[in-house]
């Protein structure tokens, strides 16, 4: 959200939440939340997803990211639900509307579970070729998992609607996805979180930000041994959209057949089928230098709007 709504790059018009880290009423609480504390509240709308899994039972993720989905700081400002713009389910339906105010012109980034992503393209799938590309944080290769050995959380959540949304025809060459094997490379090193801190002890968001950094360097350590400090995912699927070369990301991906495993012991597991020239574009390259100069130069403009 920081760096859709902060880098000139992009303009954010529009917020969903689905279930995943915390039930859906949590997660639309932290969106609402994190809205406000990025100055976007009255610009971009949140829009609540789904509640639950396309077919499967629902599962959460208390152990990493707390029972609130977004534990760790005090600083959050104070958001109720009925802040958000629709009622529960009401993402699809606003993703909907916004692809067609901007067709062939929408980046749609999915960092959570995919279930919103897969309602869409069996309610619409007229739209779908109205996106300009989709992104998408999930999965893992080499890697492997890290919710199970094989699988990565938000895929293992709801193996069914990744598997609908990587092997639709109509999105997989316009379909970009960061993987574990490229996030756990995005490490807050104390060295970045003092710069996301700042001189002064920073603004309140900074101090926000370096809280939950440590939050979560605690229990990525505590549960995946990271010790020199905790992986960054879900930025790097924005970042992965910012192909021009004058960003200096030096971005490189491979194109795959992609499935997900649905049944066994292996169950969301991201299989590569093989190289496409119309597959899945695969994040395997950045500069994660100039990643991190993004995430700063995104808090220095938020800050020079307040």
Known sequence: ML???????????????????A???????????????????????????????LQRALSNAPEIHGESGL????????????????PVGSAVAALAAAIEAHAGELYVVATGT?????????????????????????????????WTKFAEFNI???????????????????????????SHQAIATPEVQARVLGSS??????????????FFAKTYRD?????????????LAVAALLTDE???????????????????????ETVKIGPSPKGVKVLEKINMERFWELIYESLDNLEKTR
Request: proline share 6%.
């Open 71 to 86: 534990d760790g700081t005090t600083l959050l400002p104070k958001a109720t639900l009925a802040d958000a713009a629709g």
């Open 201 to 214: 002890e920073g603004s309140y968001v900074r101090r926000m930000l370096y809280e939950l950094l440590g």
């Open 223 to 235: 549960h995946f041994g990271f010790d020199a400090g905790p992986p960054v995912h879900d930025p």
């Open 114 to 146: 995919l279930t919103n992503i897969a309602r869409l393209a069996t309610d619409r799938p007229d739209l779908l070729a109205q996106i300009k590309h989709l992104g998408i944080m999930g999965g893992g290769f080499a890697e492997g998992g890290n």
């Open 156 to 182: 293992w959540c709801d193996p069914e609607a990744a598997r609908t949304v990587l092997r639709h025809p109509a999105l997989a060459g316009r379909t970009t996805i960061v993987t574990l094997d490229m």
């Open 246 to 268: 004058s960003t200096g990301l030096g971005l490189e991906f491979g194109e795959y057949e992609l499935d997900v495993v649905l049944e066994g012991e292996r169950v969301g």
């Open 23 to 53: 039930p859906l009423s949590r997660t639309t609480l932290n969106a609402l939340a994190l809205a406000e504390a990025f100055a976007v509240s009255s610009t971009a709308r949140v829009w609540p997803g789904a509640d639950k899994p």
């Open 3 to 21: 760096l859709a709504a902060h880098l000139p790059q992009f303009d954010l018009v529009g917020i969903s939440t689905v279930y995943g880290n």
